[in-house]
């Protein structure tokens, strides 16, 4: 029984010395793992200590009554040597989980300066082309809008995703997440403005042929109804 009960104390000490020697590479293995240092050392240590105070009463009581095997007493000198060695597996683990931790933050720092940079380069972008005004629009001109804007909008979805992953590395380092008052705009902006040129293009391609083209197999109500579009995308920049 007392085997049994070393044993069991040896193999806690074990199962925590190798966790606390993984270094991991992602942000919320490496919180988890400091999480479990706290625990260890707040918690578990207590523990296993009582179990070794149990121990030693249970082997002194032993070596009144028999002489013990050579492999019992090398289980009970681990046992009592593994507080020791779990000290300096503590330490080492705060050590290097800290270091770990100093270059994550920095790493999401740098991360968060660029995505910011990327934001204000993409807005600058979106309001050179809300500002052009061509003298006259052709087709192409129209063609290169809804292709500047359609990039954009693309710009703007990435945006999108590089701040929900900042925003769950921010929440696993218990920090709070960022908000960028900039990017809602921007999506704003864009989704209107894609609209209004995606509509004014496809009513100028489609324009010959519904004004001047064949009348078989034209659908009215669909001419109104894109009519309308086109002037609610027209008139909302000017209502915003």
Not at 5 to 31: H, Y
Not at 51 to 71: G, K, V, Y
Request: hydrophobic share 35%; aromatic share 8%.
């Amino acid at each position: 029984m007392n085997r049994t009960w070393n044993r069991s104390i040896c193999n806690q000490f074990d199962e925590m010395a190798t966790r606390l020697g993984e270094i991991p590479d992602e942000t919320k293995e490496l919180v988890d793992l400091q999480r479990y240092l706290k625990a260890s050392m707040m918690e578990t240590m207590p523990g296993l200590m009582r179990r070794i105070s149990t121990a030693t009463q249970r082997i002194l009581f032993l070596l009144d009554c028999t002489i013990l095997p050579t492999e019992d007493i090398q289980l009970n000198t681990r046992v009592f040597q593994w507080p020791k060695d779990m000290a300096s597996v503590f330490e080492l683990a705060k050590t290097r989980t800290g270091h770990r931790r100093d270059q994550v933050e920095e790493d999401l720092r740098a991360r968060i300066d660029m995505f910011e940079a990327f934001l204000k380069r993409t807005d600058r972008e979106l309001e050179a082309f809300m500002k052009k005004d061509p003298p006259v629009l052709t087709m192409d001109e129209m063609r290169s809008a809804v292709s500047t804007i359609d990039r954009l909008q693309e710009k703007a979805r990435e945006a999108t995703e590089q701040l929900a992953e900042i925003n769950r590395e921010e929440v696993f380092l218990d920090w709070d997440p960022s908000r960028y008052q900039l990017l809602e705009q921007m999506l704003e902006r864009v989704g209107l403005f894609s609209a209004l040129w995606h509509v004014a293009l496809q009513f100028h391609e489609r324009y010959e042929r519904w004004f001047n083209g064949p009348l078989i197999g034209m659908n009215n109500s669909s001419k109104k109804k894109r009519g309308k579009n086109l002037l609610s995308c027209h008139d909302s920049p000017h209502r915003s």
